[in-house]
Structures are given as C-alpha cells and as structure tokens.
C-alpha cells in the first residue's frame, strides 16, 4: 500500500516552460486535493476533485489547470510557469471531505 | 484572505513542559476542526480533530480544546518532547476544502 505518491519530487523550469505533476493514490479515495506551500503562507488549495471526472477551484487557482481522468490519478499541470509558482506542492486524497487527508511527500517546484 | 488566524507563529519549549498553540476563525458554517503535523522534508499528517458539538477531545498527550462562542479553538501538547518538534497547522472545513492556518514551528528543546 504505497499510499499518496507524486512525481516527480524536484523539478527546475524555466519561464514559460510548462509541465505537468502527477499524483496517485491506491486507497480508493473519492476525493482529491492540490495545495502549494510557500513560507509563511501555510497550505493554500489550489485545485480539488471530488469524484473521477470532476474538479473544481480552490484558494488560488490561476495558472494551474488540473485532470481527473482516472479515480486514482489527479494530474496538475502549469502551462506557462512563472517564478511566482515556485513552491513546494502536496497533493491529498480523502474518502470524503470530513476524513483525513492523506498527504504525498511533496514536489519542490523551482522556476527560474 | 486568511480564515483561519493561527498564533503564534514559532514556538520555543523545554522538555517536559506544555506547548500551546491557538487558532481563530470567523466563519460560523465552519463545521470541522482538525490538527496537522509536519516533519521537515514531509507532508502533513493528521494529529487529532474536533467537531464544534464537542468542548474537548483528548489522544494520549495531545488535547484540543473547542470554545465555539468565542470562535476559538486550540492544540495543547503535554509533556513535550523532542521528538514532537514540527510545524503544526490548523484547519477548518466549510463544504468540500480544508482551509488551514499558516503554522507554527515548535522546537522542543532537551
């Protein structure tokens, strides 16, 4: 049971270099999270899913778009990076939205 | 702008002793208050959580306690140890998403 995985951990792009992030869980959660984690700004979410083929915006949305094709896969993408979306982003899954959110460890984002 | 106000924002206590770390909120639909723990280099981790029908909820040496009128809730941690040193986030639930506090880095010292 590897849990909440992301991939990858660390990446470095360049301004308007675009990327995707891919995070997937084997628990069989309904509900799926992207936060970003700045310094100081603790975790603010960016987009979340609460059933495969479903997302909706969270606290700051704008510059990322997100996919869920697959139940087990939330996918977030950067179409054109900006040094503003250096960060570190988490992703979680829960079975709803009162259980726990189990987090992956992380991909530390560096855009230059 | 931020929903749930957390203080303070670092932490300093000796072993042995109580740490005690306070949020704040406005919103009254919020129906859910958890705790995260966060190790260096890892994601947050639930540590313990709440409903507002409930005054208090106590696991092992961490408690929090829940004052619905005055829209405050805090985590308070027994007997510290090193091993506890982290960066502890607050959070309230309103329909589908956590909003959390900006954290607080405890160092428990030997």
């Known amino acids: 049971n590897a849990g909440v995985t992301q991939t990858p951990k660390f990446r470095v792009l360049k301004t308007g270099q675009s990327m995707t992030l891919l995070c997937a869980q084997d628990?069989?959660?309904?509900?799926m999270y992207w936060y970003r984690q700045d310094p100081g700004m603790g975790l603010r979410l960016i987009h979340y899913?609460?059933?495969?083929?479903?997302?909706a915006k969270g606290e700051v949305p704008d510059g990322y778009n997100v996919s869920r094709l697959k139940k087990q896969n939330f996918l977030l993408g950067l179409e054109s990076a900006a040094p503003s979306q250096t960060s570190v982003y988490f992703c979680a899954s829960s079975y709803n939205s009162i259980y726990e959110q189990y987090f992956g460890p992380g991909t530390r984002l560096t855009v230059t | 702008q931020q929903q749930v106000k957390q203080s303070p924002q670092s932490l300093i206590v000796q072993k042995g002793g109580i740490s005690i770390i306070n949020c704040a909120y406005e919103n009254t639909a919020f129906d859910y208050f958890p705790w995260y723990q966060q190790f260096p280099g890892k994601g947050p981790a639930l540590l313990i959580a709440i409903r507002p029908d409930v005054s208090e909820k106590k696991e092992g040496r961490f408690t929090i306690s829940f004052n619905k009128s005055a829209k405050q809730f805090s985590l308070h941690i027994m007997d510290s140890q090193p091993g506890d040193s982290a960066t502890y986030f607050c959070?309230?639930?309103?329909?589908?998403?956590?909003?959390f506090g900006k954290g607080t880095s405890l160092l428990v010292t030997p």
């Open positions: 959070a309230a639930l309103s329909g589908y998403a956590l909003n």
């Open positions: 628990m069989n959660h309904e509900y």
């Open positions: 899913s609460v059933g495969e083929g479903t997302t």
